[in-house]
């Protein structure tokens, strides 16, 4: 059994502050977890598993036996964030990334300009892994890296990206000689402006879009164009990514 103020502070690591607090996140699922425990860069802090989990992988967690707890199904979703627990929850610590000024001006590199939706966050971390963009920049107003959501939705990409919150003007007091691009309702056509070099692409909030005083500042406003008979007022941030990183990095 777990012990009442083990599952009290596991349910804890719900909430931002507490995994501020900790400098923890959790993650559940095979494929996230089998992902994270082979991670050269992560701290692993515990592991809650089911007997039967402990025994289908138990080659992955060899050498991590001190770290293993074994609990029921009925136990793990008294702290788990899904409806239906999975068979394994880990605690690790957070990351911390640094930069490397070598790999940013010779690669494309995301700045998210207050992406709030947890969801949208995860899956941006994912089209960022699928084009090879090493760095992901998110300001201060973003949603939080270890939101479980955020998480889950990144389906293991943020172990392999360098997400790093920083301001803007962080990024382009040090990389000032870089292209900063970003879509605009009256930029110039993404499919017609041709080459792209390597830069930093601002991805904008949900709502607002790219924050005034980053818009002034960037060296190439792109349009996103709708098609003949286009009808919808905006695109998804996540979406807009997507067709953005693959034109850019295509090139």
């Given at each position: 059994?777990?012990?009442?103020?083990?599952?009290?502070?596991?349910?804890?690591?719900?909430?931002?502050?507490?995994?501020?607090?900790?400098?923890?996140?959790?993650?559940?699922?095979?494929?996230?977890?089998?992902?994270?425990?082979?991670?050269?860069?992560?701290?692993?802090?515990?592991?809650?598993?089911?007997?039967?989990?402990?025994?289908?992988?138990?080659?992955?967690?060899?050498?991590?036996?001190?770290l293993i707890e074994t609990a029921?199904?009925?136990?793990?979703?008294?702290?788990?964030?899904?409806?239906t627990p999975s068979s394994v929850?880990?605690?690790?610590?957070?990351?911390?990334?640094?930069?490397?000024?070598?790999?940013?001006?010779?690669?494309?590199?995301?700045?998210?300009?207050?992406?709030?939706?947890?969801?949208?966050?995860?899956?941006?971390?994912?089209?960022?892994?699928?084009?090879?963009?090493?760095?992901?920049?998110?300001?201060?107003?973003?949603?939080?890296?270890?939101?479980?959501?955020?998480?889950?939705?990144?389906?293991?990409?943020?172990?392999?990206?360098?997400?790093?919150?920083?301001?803007?003007?962080?990024?382009?007091?040090?990389?000032?000689?870089?292209?900063?691009?970003?879509?605009?309702?009256?930029?110039?056509?993404?499919?017609?402006?041709?080459?792209?070099?390597?830069?930093?692409?601002?991805?904008?909030?949900?709502?607002?879009?790219?924050?005034?005083?980053?818009?002034?500042?960037?060296?190439?406003?792109?349009?996103?164009?709708?098609?003949?008979?286009?009808?919808?007022e905006s695109l998804n941030a996540?979406?807009?990514?997507?067709?953005?990183?693959?034109?850019?990095?295509?090139?």
């Open positions: 059994m777990i012990s009442k103020n083990k599952i009290k502070y596991l349910r804890s690591l719900k909430l931002k502050k507490f995994r501020q607090k900790y400098n923890n996140f959790t993650v559940e699922g095979d494929k996230i977890v089998l992902e994270l425990l082979q991670s050269s860069n992560v701290e692993i802090e515990t592991i809650i598993a089911t007997e039967s989990w402990q025994k289908q992988y138990f080659n992955q967690t060899l050498g991590k036996s001190s029921k199904e009925v136990d793990i979703k008294k702290f788990s964030n899904f409806s929850f880990v605690v690790a610590k957070q990351i911390e990334n640094s930069w490397k000024d070598n790999v940013i001006k010779n690669n494309f590199s995301l700045y998210l300009d207050g992406i709030q939706d947890p969801g949208n966050f995860g899956t941006i971390l994912r089209i960022a892994d699928w084009f090879g963009i090493p760095y992901v920049f998110c300001s201060p107003k973003c949603a939080d890296l270890y939101h479980p959501k955020v998480i889950q939705a990144s389906m293991g990409a943020f172990l392999r990206l360098n997400v790093v919150s920083t301001p803007f003007n962080a990024i382009l007091e040090r990389y000032n000689d870089l292209p900063f691009y970003g879509t605009v309702l009256d930029g110039d056509s993404i499919f017609t402006t041709h080459p792209y070099q390597n830069g930093c692409i601002v991805i904008g909030n949900e709502g607002q879009g790219i924050s005034p005083d980053i818009l002034e500042k960037l060296t190439h406003r792109l349009l996103i164009p709708k098609g003949k008979n286009g009808g919808a996540a979406v807009a990514t997507g067709i953005v990183c693959a034109i850019l990095t295509g090139n």
